[in-house]
């Protein structure tokens, strides 16, 4: 059953995967994901950690704590009000922003323990008089990027009503049990057998899953991120082809991607891992919680030339001569 006696809950088809993956490597930060919103201006510091209790207060995903039997692993929701808002003044370092990031970094590396927490650190940094950084960390299992959006727009409300700017108070988050209920709904109907049919069927010869990297690693514990801000016309040339061929602009992207990992690797066909939210028609679209699913998606790359000439100097990888891709892939909506 889904609730037992002692108020145990089952995970959720999304919560399985961090949890096994975790098992794995149990002293592994990675699965702790973080927020840094930088404010400029000054901050009520009293007012603001009011709006902050409120939301972490009501986000009961946060309170969660996991446990194992011989029936698998369970969760259970544990209310722990006497958490502390971490408030950092670094404004009289050198350097605040390296000071404070230093700090963000410290706390990311530190390990969870699933079965006592607490699964999130809530922290102001004071960098200057008018400008701090809230961060927060919350371990994966119990969170996504869409329930992290779903925190950071409560408390503006909250701060913004407390302070007299004229908005009322937000409506509460929805019972965190609205999301396991309707992931077992889901796992107990028809419907679960057809999407694992489509699935089978889709990958039922094994492709290899071509990677930038020379192997898939059980655990990453750490990753490489960099970021650039693209132009604006670049967005109008994605927008423009979108339309041009009657899709959207995100699919543009992903197409790209897929091209660009088959002229790296020179494999014909690529598996993408695209991100889903799975919230929409959902009464999880105003709850926080781990809901996010990764689904593959199957690109077949096939290079179109000019000439036959230019098809054999394009196999030949002779950037000479140019070329256009085609691309087909199916995908499927659980």
């Known amino acids: 059953m889904l609730e037992e006696k002692r108020g145990r809950w089952s995970l959720s088809g999304a919560q399985l995967g961090i949890w096994f993956a975790q098992q794995l490597d149990p002293d592994n930060p990675i699965f702790n994901t973080a927020e840094c919103i930088e404010i400029r201006g000054p901050v009520d510091q009293t007012l603001f950690e009011t709006a902050v209790r409120q939301a972490v207060g009501e986000a009961e995903a946060l309170h969660v704590r996991f446990g194992e039997d011989a029936d698998g692993p369970w969760q259970y929701i544990v209310p722990s ?26 706390d990311l590396a530190q390990v969870v ?20 950084y809230w961060y927060q960390r919350i371990h994966h299992i119990v969170i996504d990027g869409f329930g992290v959006s779903l925190l950071l727009k409560k408390v503006a409300q909250v701060y913004t009503a407390l302070a007299g700017g004229g908005y009322s108070e937000p409506a509460a ?13 889901y796992r107990m109907s028809q419907q679960v ?29 750490s990753f490489l991120r960099r970021s650039a801000q693209l132009p604006e016309s670049a967005l109008h040339r994605w927008q423009s082809t979108a339309q041009a061929t009657g899709t959207s602009w995100p699919d543009v992207v992903a197409a790209a991607a897929a091209l660009y990992v088959h002229r790296i690797t020179g494999a014909n066909e690529v598996v993408l891992g695209l991100p889903v939210m799975c919230r929409l028609g959902s009464a999880s679209i105003r709850v926080p919680g781990m809901m996010m699913n990764l689904l593959p998606l199957r690109v077949f ?10 098809a054999a100097a394009g196999r030949s990888r002779d950037s ?7 691309l087909q892939a199916s995908g499927h909506s659980t």
Do not use: N
């Open 320 to 326: 000479r001569h140019q070329a256009s891709s085609t």
């Open 113 to 132: 323990d699933l079965s006592r927490g607490p699964l999130f650190t809530e922290a102001l940094l004071k960098l200057a008089s008018d400008r701090y």
């Open 173 to 185: 988050f929805g019972p965190f049990r609205t999301i396991l209920e309707e992931d077992t709904a």
């Open 193 to 221: 057998e057809a999407d694992r049919q489509f699935w089978l069927k889709r990958f039922a010869d094994e492709p290899e899953v071509v990677s930038l990297g020379g192997h898939a690693q059980r655990s990453a514990r």
């Open 301 to 310: 790359v096939r290079p179109v030339y000019e000439s036959d000439g230019a």
């Open 81 to 106: 009000p006497e958490w502390q808002l971490q408030v950092i003044d670094v404004s009289g370092q050198d350097d605040p922003a390296h000071a404070a990031q230093c700090w963000m970094e410290h």
